[in-house]
């Protein structure tokens, strides 16, 4: 099993620092501060266009910031080339499956391992001494994770057969194969059924506790949310309107006016 977690029991792993974004006349981020501690889950929040999509996507380093910082483990993303994103401990699940859909599920899951710890094409040409250790290494990863994630009876299975509850999980499953220190979940909750959705719960937190892995989330179920997030951050129009616990979070009225309706009853 991986345990992908840094040692840092001080600071922040990640600090999102008055970052802004602009789509021409758009401005999608606007001065977004805050920190996602080791070891915590942390939930990103907020209605339709708030801007969380967008904050995800400059984690992953497929948009650009206009300003502000994003510092990960000591690391700037901005200036940091987008292949690398995986090699330096983030790994993200996606709304929209990214999953090669042809491809069986332990093909899937290996490449996940490949996108971190690659051999390089020499040595794999050759197959020069350590290549193999490296394959290895990535067989026991891979299998491991999806004994983890109850995937070994569908291993050999093409990924476009399997229900979409079933795909999501060998989605995390290749994220997690390249042994993250920071998971990404842009909405894991999308599309599973209410028996799936108990299960999600359960395995976000075994995966923050028996994997080691901080996780930051984007998500609408707000009972999802309030029920295993250490912290959440509320986004509205591109600005944090509210951080805190989920019962700090819940209460506060720009996020009930703005994502839980009118009232406090609807917070809940």
């Not at 606007?30 to 984690?59: M, Q, W, Y």
């Not at 599309?191 to 719960?201: K, T, V, Y």
């Not at 609408?220 to 951080?243: P, Q, T």
């Amino acid at each position: 099993m991986p345990n992908a977690q840094s040692d840092r029991g001080d600071g922040a792993l990640l600090k999102v620092e008055g970052v802004t974004v602009r789509f021409g006349g758009i401005l999608a981020l606007s001065n977004v501060t805050f920190d996602v501690r080791p070891g915590e889950i942390c939930a990103l929040i907020g209605p339709n266009g708030a801007g969380k999509s967008t904050l995800f996507n400059c984690l992953s380093r497929l948009y650009e910031c206009d300003s502000g910082s994003i510092t990960f483990d000591g690391h700037g993303l901005r200036s940091l080339r987008r292949h690398r994103i995986a090699e330096i401990g983030i790994g993200r699940t996606f709304q929209n499956l990214a999953l090669f859909r042809s491809m069986t599920v332990r093909e899937n899951v290996l490449l996940g391992s490949h996108s971190r710890h690659h051999a390089g094409f020499l040595r794999n040409a050759f197959r020069l001494p350590g290549v193999a250790r490296i394959e290895a290494a990535a067989q026991s990863r891979s299998e491991g994770l999806m004994e983890f994630l109850q995937l070994q009876e569908y291993a050999e299975r093409v990924v476009a057969d399997l229900p979409f509850g079933t795909q999501k999980r060998v989605e995390l499953a290749r994220a997690l194969a390249s042994e993250p220190k920071l998971l990404l979940l842009d909405e894991p909750a999308c599309g599973l059924n209410h028996e799936e959705l108990e299960s999600l719960g359960l395995l976000i937190r075994d995966i923050r506790d028996r994997l080691q892995v901080t996780v930051l989330l984007v998500e609408h179920h707000m009972g999802l949310v309030m029920g295993i997030s250490d912290r959440v951050v509320a986004l509205n129009f591109g600005k944090k309107i509210a951080e805190g616990t989920p019962a700090e979070v819940r209460q506060h009225p720009e996020v009930i006016r703005a994502y839980l309706g009118e009232t406090q009853e609807n917070a809940a």
